[in-house]
């Protein structure tokens, strides 16, 4: 199999990964609607993003859930070694940004 | 009479390995009977404002979140040689925690987006909801003015900035195979 990064999308992580992107996105924008339309509030950008973050983790707890049931394995978690690189510095990020929101705001 | 064992760095590894996993489950056991016990005998603060106000930002705090997670991630490196097979009662708690975490991550965020957009709770006029930050912060401000001057804030950061550094983004030696 090809073990380069672009390589990796192909395989059941890289799957995973566009599936929880798509189902983010359908949170920030489906669930933004939805959001306004129940609290009468126009969603901002971080309401968007926890409906987004929401809606992916609940996309994984449902999909999860599913393989579980038909005794499959659960969706398997493992991440590439050509993705550490980029996860790496997106983790230093995200989590340099919570402790700066979370203490400095 | 019995030899012992001379040490070895594998032998090393697997002793660091086990320390390291062990202590973590104790400490979280620990900081989460305290956690429990502080939400049954004190009373929650009507606001988050306090005379000392000033102890937020706390670039010490920050900085000891900062080296947790990178001693989480460098501690990673300690790994038995040889991996030992998960058990069936194993790998059924692994899937129950897993879609576990899901949903509940699911809605901690939903429950961020209710706060951030600061939604009444009951209609107009009721206590409005805020984003967890808030809440963190006010348990900061509310253990450092009221309840232990910052001991039990300082070992929750430890704690879980450890744990996701070593968890999440630990530095895990890659097992090549061996060439035949």
């Excluded at chain 1, 959001?35 to 983790?57: D, K, M, N």
């Excluded at chain 2, 194993?90 to 987006?113: D, G, N, Q, T, Y």
């Excluded at chain 2, 706060?115 to 450092?144: F, N, Q, S």
Aim: hydrophobic share 50%.
């Amino acid at each position: 199999m090809d073990e380069s990064f672009w390589g990796s999308l192909r395989a059941p992580i890289g799957q995973i990964a566009g599936a929880l992107v798509v189902a983010a996105l359908v949170g920030a924008f489906g669930g933004g609607a939805l959001f306004e339309r129940v609290f009468g509030v126009a969603p901002s950008s971080f309401v968007r993003e926890s409906l987004a973050v929401s809606a992916a983790c609940f996309f994984a707890f449902l999909l999860t859930t599913y393989r579980i049931l038909r005794g499959e394995k659960p969706i398997d978690v493992h991440i590439p070694p050509s993705w550490n690189l980029f996860l790496s510095a997106a983790l230093v990020i995200l989590v340099g940004f919570l402790i700066g929101t979370t203490v400095f705001r | 009479m019995k030899r012992l064992k001379r040490p070895t760095l594998a032998g090393t590894a697997q002793a660091g390995h086990t320390v390291i996993h062990v202590l973590v489950v104790i400490a979280v056991a620990i900081a989460g009977g305290l956690l429990g016990w502080l939400t049954l005998v004190t009373r929650n603060p009507l606001d988050c404002v306090y005379p000392g106000a000033e102890a937020l930002p706390d670039p010490p705090l920050f900085l000891l979140g900062v080296v947790s997670f990178f001693a989480g991630h460098i501690l990673g490196r300690l790994v038995p040689e040889e991996r030992t097979r998960a058990t069936p009662r194993s790998r059924k708690w692994s899937r129950l925690a897993m879609v576990s975490v899901f949903l509940v991550a699911s809605a901690v965020f939903f429950f961020e987006a209710v706060g951030t957009a600061e939604i009444a709770v009951g209609g107009p006029g009721g206590a409005k909801l805020e984003p967890i930050t808030y809440y963190v912060r006010c348990a900061i401000l509310h253990d450092k003015a009221q309840i232990s001057g910052g001991v039990f804030t300082w070992g929750a950061i430890a704690l879980t900035f450890f744990i996701a550094g070593h968890w999440f983004w630990g530095d895990r030696p890659v097992i090549r195979p061996r060439a035949t």
